[in-house]
């Protein structure tokens, strides 16, 4: 399939917007319980001679906090993301409609595969203003309620502890991290799930009409290629959002921190539970969008 099926109708970033915040709840409701998980094996601590390690993986992680929490132990750290995903999807399929849009000045020329990559590109610029602080808060909330030492008492208090302890800029530790992780993984997520969606679209027949199996299948995907590039930076986001202040000096100092203590395959710390969650995740956010943005255009075709 060409890029010529890239030349779709408009749909106006206000739209993007309101279908991207509905994609953003159905991913948070498929995916938190695993990414609770993910990142609990990131930052369970190092194993000494005698000790074994806390969790030996994803399931041993997953079995373990439901038998001391129940089941919404799976849950913890939620209220952060609830009050950022929604309107952080919201965000990114609108910073994906605006990025095609400045590219697009000629509505009937079709957007080019690189075009779409770098309009993916700027959602990942654009969420990473609500994106940091909430990774912060929650992961912090996570790691404590597996360490057992409750510092926090929910997403509110944490990140008003931040800022009375050290401003703005503690709220907003592992921001250059986020970026490095979320500009070319959005890129590539918006790339996949445009390509794959035009691959799966029959001879004929327009990429609006696509079945329900199909857009999950390349949402699903979208979101385990998103993770594959992603999945480095963002064990070096949680060790650096997450250890006691002044222990890293920076992105670098993390890494070789990393590789001198636990090798190459510390940057790969909960593939299990991220690669699990990516394709329920994800395809239920893209389904999401999808049926908001077809509500959308028959309530308000206008708009």
Known sequence: MGNGELAEKRISPLKNFAAGGVGGACLLFAGHPLDTIKVRLQTQPKVHSGNGALYTGAYDCFRKTVSKEGVLGLYKGMGAPLAGVAPMMAISFFGFGLGKQLQQSDPRKPLTYAQVYLAGCLAGVFTTVIVAPGERVKCLLQVQASGGQLRYAGPLDCAVSLYRQQGIRSVYKGTVLTLLRDVPS?????????????????????????????????????????????????VLKSNF??????????????????LKEEGPRALYKGFNAVFLRAFPANAACFLGFEFALKGLNWLAPSW
């Open 241 to 258: 959002q997450t250890a006691a202040d002044g222990r890293y000096r920076g992105l670098v100092d993390v890494l070789r921190e990393l």
């Open 186 to 234: 959005n890129g590539l997520y918006f790339l996949t799930y445009e390509y794959l969606k035009n691959l799966l679209t029959a001879e004929g027949e327009s990429v609006s009409q696509l079945s329900t199996p199909r857009i999950l299948l390349a949402g699903g995907v979208a979101g385990i290629l998103n993770w594959v590039i992603a999945l480095p930076p963002d």
